[in-house]
């Protein structure tokens, strides 16, 4: 059974430029996460995904960030314009659905790692 | 106060002894605790998962759970070289899974 894919690996742009990431999770994972990771932290949550509603996006940094899951499968992260600050590693996990909580485990993806110039 | 905190860290230990690392979290109404492993570069895994007070072995791994103390910790026994990684403790409220920073271990051969 094929994992969390990502794409791109690695990102280098320009402050002000735009990027976007892209992640497709196990299939049949109904709930898809996206993190960012800083050097030396644990991953921190931006957005949560159940099917394609966003049903957490309390940390997502809307003035430039920006994410969607149309059709409840793959997923974009986006940011526009990207700042120094941003530069981290972008992870995207999966879980069976959370609905009603439980204990589903979350699997990651590979991770973009964004350096922002 | 952080939600999830670890110990600072590195740890490091000889082949083949026990390798013991510890976890506090401060929202007593989490059920679910997990410890992922991340190698330098890569993104972490899941290693152990625990749900109930008490021990649960898997392997060389055991991870002990303490609710009333909010406490959870991993063992790694008779740790090897591929051992040498930063865990991560992973606590899960409602439906957010909240990451301490991580405690890095390298075994010495």
């Known amino acids: 059974e094929a994992g969390v894919v990502q794409s791109p690996r690695y990102k280098i742009i320009e402050k002000k430029q735009p990027v976007a990431f892209w992640c497709n999770p196990i299939?049949?994972?109904?709930?898809l996460y996206w993190y960012l990771q800083n050097l030396g932290q644990g991953p921190e949550l931006l957005i949560r995904?159940?099917?394609?509603?966003?049903?957490?996006d309390s940390q997502l940094p809307k003035d430039r960030f920006s994410a969607e899951r149309l059709k409840g499968v793959d997923s974009t992260l986006k940011i526009q314009p990207a700042e120094l600050g941003d530069s981290a590693v972008y992870l995207c996990?999966?879980?069976?659905?959370?609905?009603?909580?439980?204990?589903?485990?979350?699997?990651f993806g590979p991770g973009t790692r964004l350096t922002v110039l | 106060q952080k939600e999830v905190e670890q110990n600072s860290g590195p740890l490091s230990v000889p082949e083949g002894a026990i390798a013991s690392l510890n976890c506090t979290y401060s929202?007593?109404?989490?059920?679910?605790f997990f410890w992922y492993r991340q190698y330098s570069g890569k993104s972490p895994e899941l290693i152990m998962s625990?749900?109930?007070?008490g021990d649960k072995e898997d392997g060389r791994f055991t991870a002990q759970l303490n609710k009333a103390s909010q406490y959870v910790s991993l063992l790694i026994r008779d740790s090897q070289p591929s051992d040498s990684a930063t865990y991560l403790c992973?606590?899960?409220?409602?439906?957010?899974?909240?990451f301490g920073a991580g405690t890095t271990v390298t075994v010495r051969a």
């Open positions: 929202d007593r109404g989490s059920q679910s």
């Open positions: 625990i749900y109930s007070n």
């Open positions: 299939s049949g994972h109904n709930t």
């Open positions: 996990a999966s879980s069976p659905s959370t609905s009603g909580g439980g204990n589903n485990e979350q699997f």
């Open positions: 992973a606590v899960k409220g409602d439906y957010k899974l909240s």
């Open positions: 995904y159940e099917n394609e509603e966003a049903v957490d």
